[in-house]
């Protein structure tokens, strides 16, 4: 769906027709950065404790992406930018409180949990960011049924 008004001019004439593409991939990189933090963070608090349990900066810059990616394909496809922003934000505030989850296990030296809300997260990202980009390969199914 083109959009009447261009807000960003030329980014929107290079970046506009790739978004939801762009999209899928940062989500792809996010969820092997969720699983390589994990794993440094049992190995953080194996060796260091609490203390020695920090983001990583490659999911954090991930996940940065997505929240700019998610508001920037709100203003190209409005109704999937909407629903795909939200799921973004959700995914965001699930990172924040499961860190938080991970440093209380360290501190208490309890085994690490995997991030589950987290993951469900991100999968229900995945999905979205696969719905929206991958439309075209069932389209003709979907409108013959629909």
Known sequence: MEPS?????????IL???IEYVLLALVVVN??????????H????RDGGADAVARSPLRVATNFLLLVGAFYFATVEYHAGI????????????DL???????????????????????????????????TGLFFLIENVWNSII
Not at 5 to 13: H, R
Not at 31 to 40: C, F, K, L, N, Q
Not at 100 to 124: D, F, G, Y
């Open 97 to 131: 409180f499961e860190f938080e989850a991970r440093l209380v296990e360290a501190r208490r030296e309890v085994t690490i949990e995997r991030p589950k809300s987290s993951i469900t997260a991100s999968v229900l990202v995945l999905l979205y960011a696969a719905y």
């Open 31 to 40: 969820m092997v950065a969720r699983a390589a933090e994990h794993s440094t």
């Open 83 to 94: 629903v795909f922003s939200v799921l973004v934000v959700g995914l965001v505030i699930s």
């Open 42 to 45: 049992v190995k953080q608090a």
């Open 5 to 13: 008004v261009s807000l960003f001019g030329p980014v929107d004439a």
């Open 16 to 18: 506009g027709p790739y």
